[in-house]
């Protein structure tokens, strides 16, 4: 069983809902990711995603465009990426997935940049510019090398869209809360409950919300109507405006305030 499958399993068991932080990796900082992922773990995240900075994320808001173009400045690479998955995965048990765009995957080659994946560690990926009708290929080099690939659902997919997308995916499915792009919201939508039933009603893998989860109240609900709750612009927003040396404190503070403990 993969670290994603008994992640969900053992928080089942407990009756709460994933929470799955997102970092943008060398943001704010070339080295700010290790340390930040290590103190989010120890705050009671439950799964990282990792996101591999690209120079032209189209499913990402401003806020996240903006970070991956700082990370990419600050000089982050492929391997770094690779870098900072190992210096992770030497320290924690908890899974680590990679989110990222296509093109860099395709350019690398699949089977070599899978592989790589594997031995730094990461459990999954989460390619969100890569389309269902082209995921079998990586697909089936991520089941050779045991590592999860995340599929979407949006709230405008058809019940066969959705039934193919359950039909392929491992590890868990991306709820997208919102048609758009990512960023921190104030409200869901009223729509949720009824687009996660329909979702529920294809599959048993755990289904994790994305898209405007920025606050307690947001992720309870998120967490209430699905597996997980996954964040990214608000908490990424809450490190950029962290006073120097501040990241991880921000980081910490946030994700305690977003779980409800402070």
């Known amino acids: 069983m993969s670290r994603i499958a008994k992640t ?18 060398g943001y704010p900082e070339l080295d700010s990711t290790v340390p930040l992922a290590l103190a989010l773990f120890e705050a009671g995240a439950d799964i990282i995603e990792l996101g591999v900075p690209f120079s032209d994320p189209l499913a990402d808001g401003p806020t996240i465009q903006h970070a991956s173009h700082v990370a990419l400045e600050n000089g982050v690479t492929r391997q770094k990426c690779f870098e900072v998955a190992r210096a992770i995965r030497a320290q924690t048990d908890n899974p680590l ?60 997919s058809t019940e066969d869209r959705i039934q193919k997308v359950a039909e392929l995916a491992t590890g868990f499915i991306y709820c997208v809360s919102i048609a758009g792009v990512t960023g921190a919201r104030g409200t869901l939508p009223d729509y949720l409950p009824e687009y996660i039933k ?16 920025s606050n307690h109240a947001l992720f309870s609900q998120a967490t209430e109507l699905a597996d997980g709750a996954a964040v990214g612009a608000a908490l990424i927003d809450a490190i950029g405006k962290a006073a120097p040396g501040k990241a991880v404190e921000a980081a910490v503070t946030f994700l305690r305030e977003l779980r409800g403990e402070i």
């Open 8 to 25: 969900f399993q053992q928080l089942k068991t407990e009756g709460r809902g994933a929470c799955l932080p997102y970092l943008t990796i």
């Open 97 to 156: 997935v990679f989110m990222g765009y296509y093109n860099p995957i395709f350019s690398y080659g699949l089977e070599r940049y899978i592989k790589e994946c594997a031995e730094a560690g990461i459990d999954g990926l989460i390619v969100p510019d890569l389309a269902l009708e082209e995921a079998a290929e990586l697909l089936a080099v991520c089941q050779q090398y045991g590592l999860d690939l995340v599929q979407f659902v949006a709230p405008t």
């Open 198 to 213: 329909r979702v529920r009603q294809y599959t048993t893998i755990p289904l994790v919300i994305g898209f405007g989860i």
